[in-house]
């Protein structure tokens, strides 16, 4: 025995033929550039207009971060594989990407429950909005999410490094996602699925049960709005935010907290690509594109107005 987990068997989910990989590689590396593009665009917009200096967007940004960040860590690889047809990686590198991926998972969301409660405070005291949401708490709001999520991440290191391989395995998966691992393990998982199902589990509930919630507050508070305008313009500014709350916790929750059999490994991937590509993709389209704030930063940026203010 081994503790060396390789090579990898599949590149997105998609059958090993050449037709496949053929069609899949152009929209892989077309999905790849507009996530770091848009996310980094978003950052970019942010950083260099002063009225988009708000602990909305100051959350927002780190978001695109780590959305850049998370998709990094799992679709260079994929696309190296399906370019070169060399799908093996090394048992360190498995670990390392397994890692990351966990960490910034995590981030991600952390960094949606405290933007819910950004969208909660804005809503239900605007007047004190400035005075609560203060430049200290978001710093610690997000030194928070980083502790959380690394110790969290460490911690499923260190157990899965404690497991026995064989020299080789086959990955059933397009990245070293830790179920796929686990199944792969010749040692007892006990502790690492008992791990995975409390502390894990706990992140994802107590940040989803921290979205519903404020948002929660949010509709009471809606509801008692004079006017249906003021209940548009409410729900305006977190229609975007309860899109992304959806589709990432609800691929989340179907991958994780409702078990497929061992013979439907494509439905864990088809789940895995939704919330390491398509939500990472989706996040300059729905935030900003769609946000009026946002526009008209980018068309500064277009006019050269906020690089010549600067």
Known sequence: RTRAACPSSSSWGSPSGQSSRECSLPCSWACTLTTVVGNLLIILLIRLDPCL???MYFFLSQL????VSFSSVTVPKTLINMHTQDQSIPYAGCVTQMYFFIFFGCIDNLLLAVMAYD???AICHPLHYTTIMREELCILLLAGSWFLSCTSALSHTILL????F???????HFFCDLAALLKLSCSDTSLNEIFIFTVGGLVIILSFTGVLVSYGRIG???LRF???KEIYKALSTCGSHLSMVFLFYGTIMVLYFFPSSSNSNDKDIIASVMYTVVTPMLNPFIYSLRNRDMKGAMGKLLRREILFSK
């Open 53 to 55: 200096h708000t602990p």
């Open 64 to 67: 695109a971060f780590t959305d």
């Open 119 to 121: 969208r909660y405070v």
């Open 161 to 164: 490094a404690q497991l026995s």
């Open 166 to 172: 064989y020299a080789n395995n086959i990955i059933p």
């Open 220 to 222: 009471a508070t809606i």
């Open 226 to 228: 004079p006017s249906i």
